[in-house]
């Protein structure tokens, strides 16, 4: 499952340092979002899910915040340790349910 | 915790063969899906599943490509003659419902020669 590329956008963050991961959406009409993790070698893992009915969600040491008006996504991550080290998705859920639409990725690196 | 698993990890095929990519949904969903990603770009959705029937597939889905659940247990896709561009690493999800947290197996690589 790599998600290696020349333009893959990276964010770089020192160990305990909070990151904060940005994404962006076309489709106004979709109403459920995902924040997916890819590390090197396997398939996308689920962290978070958020519903347009919500504008924050939160789990344990990541947030996520919809901002509808904008169609903007963001994932938090707090205390941010080497494992979280990764290419971080976005996605949305069409209103049929059946499609994921990722976004590009982000790729974490975490220095120790 | 249960996962979803894919069989083989990498296959390497020559261009204008057949392949077949296994896949072994959670026991208790109900829907899923195929998702490919080519080498440094983004997961693509190729096809949905419920119910012995296709829901919903992309553009990419074409009909060089088809899917079976030939059993109660297995998913497969196969892709009848395989073209270079085809080289990618496939996914299989499933989910326990619709619009239901879709979980991704380790997937196969996909290399065609």
């Known amino acids: 499952g790599e998600s290696v590329g020349l333009h893959l956008p990276t964010l770089s963050v020192q160990e305990g340092d909070n990151s904060i991961i940005n994404c962006a959406y076309s489709?106004?009409?979709?109403?459920?979002f995902i924040w997916y993790k890819q590390e090197s070698g396997k398939g996308p893992q689920f962290i978070i899910d958020i519903r347009s009915n919500m504008d924050k969600r939160q789990g344990q040491r990541v947030t996520v915040l919809l901002n509808k008006t904008v169609k903007h996504l963001s994932l938090q991550i707090a205390a941010t340790q080497p494992g979280d080290s990764a290419v971080y998705f976005c996605?949305?859920?069409?209103?049929?349910?059946?499609?994921?639409?990722f976004g590009g990725g982000t790729r974490l690196m975490v220095k120790p | 915790e249960p996962e979803v698993t894919q069989t083989p990890s990498h296959q390497v095929t020559q261009m204008g063969q057949e392949v077949i990519l296994r896949c072994v949904p959670i026991?208790?969903?109900?829907?899923f899906y195929w998702y490919r990603q080519i080498l440094g770009q983004k997961v693509e959705f190729l096809v949905s599943f419920y119910n012995n029937e296709i829901s919903e597939k992309s553009e990419i889905f074409d009909d060089q490509f088809s899917v079976e659940r030939p059993d109660g247990s297995n998913f497969t896709l196969k892709i009848r003659s395989t073209k270079l561009e085809d080289s990618a690493m496939y996914f299989c999800?499933?989910?326990?419902?619709?619009?239901?947290?879709?979980?991704f197996g380790p997937g196969t690589r996909l290399t065609v020669t």
């Open positions: 489709n106004s009409a979709s109403d459920y």
């Open positions: 996605a949305e859920n069409n209103n049929a349910g059946n499609m994921l639409t």
């Open positions: 026991s208790n969903h109900l829907y």
């Open positions: 999800a499933s989910s326990k419902d619709l619009r239901a947290q879709q979980y």
